[in-house]
């Protein structure tokens, strides 16, 4: 359904070009869910962005790549062209519930005029739909809220009212940007079990955006992680998070604290800060925060390369460096424990 090939997306800034995605390379197939994970500034947003051609233009550009939606390349497509895939055929949850509604307009008048940008009836019909796209996506009486400003919503059903508006143009491919975002955990679970229900009655596809791995392992199949602008390991879940052989990714899942981790066993995050993407340093770009960095990893950019049927990873250590290196850490933490 969705295929990206080599993609550059470019923000020219007073202090030079900023590399915000930098050579990425993926595919999304029809009902499937893909993850994609890293920290703050790793390039997530920009790279969902680019997808939906959402970007400001200027100061952004893409020098190179494609992405290709059922063979037709977004980047080719005119404003007219876009405004006719955006909602209809690809939907976005957006990051912050509060700021994507407008707030002097009633819900139901802007998940109204949402279906009747997408689709071609009238607006009784519409109001009809919208009353049931609420209550699809779990809001108790569903034709009274349609009269309610969005600051008389909690955050979890704002966020509800966001994944009902994606669905008015009943897209094949659904990008959900940080959906949990500041919301507990108890919404949390309920917004992934509303997505889930989603994906199985329309069977649509959905490209998932998180920092929280726990929220990844849950939803996707295959999970892309990224760093500074670039994909540094994908493969499917368990090649994450059960085999992962990419320093950064073990960083990541290092910091989180797990149920059946040793007992006192302490959670270290990443030192550091990520590179400055206008002057990313020489060599890996994770090379100054990596725990395992050799003499090597100074001078060598290390490109995605395959390690085992479905699982790519960038980065020079063989899997049996990696291993042993893995381990030597992971003893010294626990005697640093004891």
Known sequence: MLEVKNLKTQIDTNEGIVQAVDGVSFTVRAGETLGIVGESGSGKSVLANSIMQLNPNPPTFYPEGEILFEGSNLL???????????????????QDPMSSLNPVFKVGAQLVEAILTHQKMSRKDAKALAIELLKDVGIPDAERRMDDYPHHFSGGMRQRVLIAIALA????LLIADEPTTALDVTIQAQILELMKGIQKKYGTAIILISHDLGVISQMAEKVLVMYSGRIVEKGSVNDIFYRTSMPYTWSLLRSLPRLDGVEHERLISIEGQPPN????????NFHPRCPFATEKCLEIDPELMPRKEGHWVACILTEQEFEAEKQRLESADREEVL
């Open 76 to 94: 080719k497509l005119s404003e007219k062209q876009l405004r006719k895939i955006r909602g209809n055929e690809i939907g976005m949850i957006f």
């Open 277 to 284: 993407l206008v002057s990313p340093p020489k060599g890996c």
């Open 169 to 172: 143009g009943n897209p094949k």
